[in-house]
């Protein structure tokens, strides 16, 4: 069969797994690998504590370290309260285009790279090529930090990681950090005429908001001389605050969901070590004054690295040279790249689709893009002999 349409009928079989990060991916995670082993590959699943998730982890070639590995998210964001005009999990092909739920945002990736296993394992006699495909990638890159860990404790593993994220097949050598909070804060419930004998959480909440505002600015002006990034400073952003009953009732729960996007380690430690300092020694003593059993809990979802530009970067020199490019850059949203990195390996973000249709209604992935990732791992696939 011709690589092209191999590659969008598995792509096909993908979409149809509704693996939205609030439902499990076992069956998708055990279809892809069945598929991998029908190609010679020594095929690993790890699950997660709670047994209904897992990641997959695959190798074709010899057991030695120096690999590539080619790594892959397989959950999807929720398409709820999306306006589709057709089945999101069933993908429709149209004037050159892919549409479905993770057509680009990556199953597309995924199914290039398996499509090619079978010729990667014809010439992979030298250097072995690994597949890595987690859970939960969109809510704190939690089966990637898993894996990291797994990976971590071997001395054998790969030295190159292609995150296949959509970058229109742009080589990507750099992006921001992405850390991901919720801010639960107790208070006292009362009725709305005594405001003063309660603990209004959702106020203590409103005065937390506005010092991560603050904080926001402030972190403009400790952006590098030489931030490769846009915007170049760390950023916030203040996603819900939740809380309250009524309008006659002082409301004894809130919560807050934000996030902050470093672009250096030192700036994360910057702006928690302040909140820190702000709960202690501002808000929870007025809150405490009122009811000793007030409190402010945060809870951290994911704390994920950015993926830092590096002067000698084996991955970046050879997506390059298979995809034609004379650069790399850097982008504004999260992969799991930042972990694998922080394993030694070299690593670029380079895949097929555009971030522009991930997450959205009628997410599409167009077929040039799928052809021109497939001619990418072509290529890899001539230098795993070497």
């Known amino acids: 069969m011709d690589p092209l349409a191999e590659t969008t009928a598995l792509l ?13 991916n076992l069956a998708m995670i055990e279809f892809l690998a069945e598929r991998l082993m029908a190609a010679g590959a020594r095929v690993e699943i790890h699950r997660d504590p709670g047994g209904t998730k897992a990641n ?44 479905g739920r993770g057509t680009c945002d990556m199953k597309g990736f995924i199914a290039a790279a398996v499509a090619m296993a079978p010729r990667f394992a014809e010439r992979a006699t030298g250097r072995p090529v690994h597949f890595a495909f987690t859970h939960d990638e969109e809510v704190g890159c939690l089966g990637a930090q898993a894996l990291a860990g797994v990976l971590a404790a071997r001395a054998i593993r790969p030295s190159v990681a292609i995150i296949g994220e959509p970058t229109l097949m742009r080589v990507i050598e750099g992006h921001k950090g992405c850390c991901e909070y919720s801010v639960h804060f107790t208070g006292l419930e009362g ?31 400790r952006a590098p ?18 809380g309250g009953v009524a309008h006659n009732v002082i409301p004894g729960k809130a919560r807050i969901d934000w996030e902050m996007r ?26 405490r004054a009122v009811s000793p059993a007030a409190d402010i809990v945060t809870e951290v979802i994911g704390e994920v690295a950015g993926l830092i530009p590096v002067p000698e970067n084996e991955a970046k020199a ?69």
Not at 12 to 24: G, W, Y
Not at 198 to 208: D, I, M, P, S
Request: hydrophobic residues 40%; aromatic residues 6%; negative net charge.
């Open 12 to 24: 096909r079989d993908l979409v149809a797994f509704p693996t939205v990060s609030s439902d499990s």
């Open 56 to 99: 997959l982890f695959a190798t074709i070639g010899p057991e030695r370290a120096g690999g590539i590995l080619l790594s892959g998210h397989s959950d999807v964001v929720p398409v709820a309260d999306q306006d589709w005009t057709t089945d999101p999990f069933a993908m429709v092909e149209r004037d050159g285009r892919l549409y």
């Open 191 to 221: 009725h709305g005429s005594a405001p003063d004998r309660g603990v209004n959480a959702v106020e203590y909440a409103v005065r937390y908001v506005a010092r991560l505002v603050d904080l926001g600015e402030r972190l403009k002006a």
């Open 225 to 242: 001389a030489a931030s490769p990034f846009d915007p170049p400073w760390t950023t916030i952003n203040t996603g819900a605050l939740i």
């Open 262 to 287: 470093p672009v250096q380690p030192g700036d994360a430690d910057f702006v928690k070590t302040d909140l820190k300092r702000f709960c202690e020694e501002d808000l929870l003593p007025r809150m």
């Open 318 to 386: 050879i997506v390059m040279a298979l995809t034609g490019a004379n650069g790399a850059g850097t982008v504004p949203f999260g992969t799991e790249a930042g972990l694998f990195q922080a394993l030694g390996m070299s690593v670029v973000v380079c895949g097929p689709g555009s971030i522009e249709q991930a997450h959205k209604p009628d997410e599409f992935l167009a077929l040039d893009q799928l052809r021109q990732c497939l001619t990418m791992l072509e290529g890899l696939g001539d230098r795993l002999s070497a």
